[in-house]
């Protein structure tokens, strides 16, 4: 530091050390990088310390095996865990399921999110009704709602088996994936609807009336402009739909608890953790999932461009 | 908007009724499902032949409902106030300061949005059975704030670049403290959006259930959806169909009480943090 090294010449003054390491910042701009500094410190280590330091503790217990029933035979094994996961049909057909109810319920609930946009942005009428009434699936607890399903789909119980014939979805893999998916779109309908909502009061109204002027059909506007237009919005919302049925876990749980070949790749990781309590193969999954979000996320932020939440209005 | 002709306002109101309907369908189920009596429940109909209040009177006096209900709200309040309060110091941070380092910490806290749980619960279960964390309040407070940061970091930054910031400065010229010039100028025009904030945490926290069930072993920290898988039938051979539909009502009131006096704000926190240019 220059306050303790021999001054050579009168300019090795601290202030002008302390300019030289930051030539370019007002005292100012240095107390506001400090005040920002601890206003976000404790969020940024309360995030860190929940998701960071448990995947590090994650990624170490997945090359051990470590089962809590004999824990004296816990011991590095390196990839064994991976390789005993990634060549287990359980793991590949849970991955096919939670894929398939991913990839149906996603673009289910994008067509009717886009609906029924439409119809909270066009109607004219009993506008707040509509909206308190589709804000309901988004809120309830999705354990709730999924409790409600059961039951509507148990034969001699609910009025739904009732009205197909007192069928039995829940025990058939492929019924029973189609209930799942059904309540996931019930459930994640209004918010796709009113993220696309708030994407569709961006378009403006005078290029739709230009575009009728022109003779241009519902359709064509549609196609044309609306959705061009809407397209970082849809985007956002997919992504942010995707990664989430992706994590699908409580439906699954309590319609059919992954019976009959329903597991997603959450089920299947807790039950390795909870039920064989093998917490090394339950972490190799863990980390797998970790693994398939990010692609599913890369996937979208460099494939389709889509802007990451956030950042594109910080950059500006 | 043109006038509506006559066809059109027909449409528009069937596209309504359509949309209450199936929003409305499933949780009238349970409401149904609730009143009917333990003997009723092997009777498909929609509405319950006879209606009871037994299955609420019967949850409403048991430990085994009560006390996840009080884990409930304790934990997600607790959890609520801390992420609000650490999110809005971030929050503040993003929205007014220039600091290095700001799209990294938005880039981490859509990381953490994006994270999927389960990759959590393996190695949090591990470490907070160490910690003696595990089966109490804090053990589940702790990931809810981790967790409720993101969403309240967005939410709120967004909603603080709204706010005119300039009318501090007018304040202070006009003779008001810095302390003065927040509580009675920022914080006002703050608070609606913390409201929000504070209202899409509470019910990320009120919904969780695989943290729920991973991380609690009693009902003295068991939140109320965790909970009511523990519920008994009146015998073995008793699905308790009644108890658990009344508990889902119960845990969905304040959702539909949440949503009836603050739908505007709710909707303007869900989508102002996602979508912006």
């Not at chain 1, 300019?19 to 400090?34: D, F, I, V, W």
């Not at chain 1, 035979?73 to 590949?92: D, M």
């Not at chain 1, 699936?137 to 059961?150: F, H, R």
């Not at chain 2, 006096?61 to 999110?87: C, E, K, W």
């Amino acid at each position: 530091m220059s306050t303790t090294t021999p001054a050579v010449g009168t300019e090795a003054t601290p202030a002008h050390a302390a300019k030289k390491r930051k030539p370019q910042l007002s005292e100012g701009a240095r107390a506001e990088r400090r005040l920002a500094f601890w206003l976000c410190a404790p969020a940024v280590l309360v995030m860190i310390a929940v998701t960071a330091y448990p995947l590090i503790y994650a990624i170490i217990l997945s090359l051990e095996r470590y089962n809590l029933e004999l824990p004296a035979e816990t011991k590095f094994i390196g990839l064994a865990n991976y390789a005993a996961v990634l060549s287990s049909p359980f793991w590949w057909q849970s991955l096919e399921v939670t894929v398939i109810i991913t990839v149906f319920s996603v673009s289910i609930t994008l067509v009717l999110g886009m609906l029924l946009a439409e119809v909270l942005h066009r109607t004219v009428f009993f506008r707040g009704g509509v909206r308190t009434a589709s804000l309901i699936p988004y809120g309830i607890v999705t354990v709730a709602a999924s409790y409600g399903w059961q039951y509507a789909w148990t034969p001699s119980q609910g009025y739904l088996s009732a009205a197909f014939n007192n069928s039995a979805p829940l025990t058939s893999q492929a019924q029973a994936i189609a209930v799942i998916i059904v309540a996931e779109i019930w459930k994640t309908t209004p918010f796709m609807g009113l993220l696309l909502l708030a994407g569709l009061s961006l378009v403006p109204e005078d290029l739709q009336k230009a575009a009728k002027v022109d003779g241009a059909t519902g359709w064509q506007r549609f196609t044309k402009i609306t959705l061009p237009l809407m397209k970082p919005a849809i985007l956002v919302a997919l992504l942010f739909r995707a990664l989430d049925s992706f994590r699908i876990f409580d439906n699954i749980f309590i319609l059919t608890s992954g019976n009959n070949g329903t597991a997603s790749v959450s089920t299947l990781g807790y039950d390795n953790l909870f039920n064989a309590l093998n917490l090394g193969i339950g972490s190799t999954i863990s980390i797998l999932i970790f693994i398939c979000v990010a692609i599913i996320a890369v996937v979208f932020i460099l494939g389709f461009g889509t802007a990451a939440p956030g950042t594109d209005s910080e950059m500006r | 908007m043109a006038v509506l002709t006559p066809r059109q306002r027909t449409g528009w109101a069937t596209a309504n009724f359509v949309v209450i309907a199936l929003a409305l369908i499933p949780v009238l189920w349970l409401v149904s499902l609730s009143f009917k009596t333990p003997g009723a429940v092997l009777d498909p109909s929609f509405w319950p032949a006879q209606w009871t209040w037994g299955n609420y009177s019967g949850i409403l006096t048991s430990a085994q409902f009560l006390r996840p209900l009080v884990n409930s709200i304790g934990i997600g309040v607790i959890a609520t106030l801390i992420a609000v309060t650490l999110a809005s110091m971030a929050a503040y941070a993003i929205a007014r300061l220039r600091f290095p380092g700001k799209s990294v910490l938005i880039g981490l806290a859509l990381l953490i949005a994006m994270f999927p749980l389960i990759a959590l619960v393996t190695p949090m279960f591990t470490i907070e059975r160490y910690l003696g964390l595990f089966n109490t309040w804090f053990g589940l407070i702790i990931p809810y704030v981790a967790f409720g940061l993101p969403l309240g970091i967005y939410t709120l930054s967004a909603f603080f670049r709204e706010i005119p910031w300039e009318l501090e400065k007018a304040a202070k010229m006009d003779g008001a403290t810095p302390f003065q010039a927040f509580t009675k100028v920022i914080a006002p025009l703050a608070a609606p959006g913390m409201v929000t904030t504070a209202i899409l945490v509470f019910l990320a926290c009120w919904n969780d259930f695989l943290l729920a069930i991973s991380f609690t072993s009693t009902i003295s920290s068991r939140t109320a959806p965790a909970a009511m898988e523990y519920f008994s039938g009146g015998s073995v051979f008793t699905v308790p169909t009644g108890p658990i539909s009344a508990a889902a009502v119960v845990i969905t009131i304040p959702i539909i009480i949440f949503v009836l006096f603050f739908q505007r704000r709710i909707v303007a926190g869900l989508t102002s943090g996602a979508v912006k240019g």
